[in-house]
Nanobody
Framework: VVQLVESGGGSVQPGGSLRLSCAHS????????LAWFRQAPGSEREGVAA???????YYADSVKGRFTISQDKTKVTLSLQMNNLKPEDAAMYYC??????????????????WGQGTQVSVSS
């Protein structure tokens, strides 16, 4: 089981930036995906960004050009740089892991390990 712990959430004004981090336990899967999801009250959990084992990435249309997903060289920390934040970005953000070579857009039921979440608030 891959363990994940998020940090970096907080409250910012519209147009501001936050960087979320997800420390995960080491794993040796050759094929995997790491992803960021978010869930606002009353809404379904949606995939925001994903990073696959081959370095390819996915971004939801709503965050393209504003969010960047990355993994550090030691491959134990996943990050999400969020710029130009909007009120609609406010949500609980979760990082998640799945093994396998799929390159499909992230869906919550595909991922097997989850962090506890970190809250992001965007308001003036």
């Amino acid at each position: 089981v891959v363990q994940l712990v998020e940090s970096g959430g907080g409250s910012v004004q519209p147009g501001g930036s936050l960087r979320l981090s997800c420390a995960h336990s080491p794993f040796t899967y050759a094929f995997y995906s790491l992803a960021w999801f978010r869930q606002a009250p009353g809404s379904e959990r949606e995939g925001v960004a994903a990073l696959h084992d081959d370095g390819s990435t996915y971004y939801a249309d709503s965050v393209k050009g504003r969010f960047t997903i990355s993994q550090d060289k030691t491959k134990v920390t996943l990050s999400l740089q969020m710029n130009n934040l909007k009120p609609e970005d406010a949500a609980m953000y979760y990082c998640a892991f799945r093994y396998g070579a799929t390159r499909l857009p992230p869906a919550a039921n595909q991922y097997t390990s989850w962090g506890q979440g970190t809250q992001v608030s965007v308001s003036s």
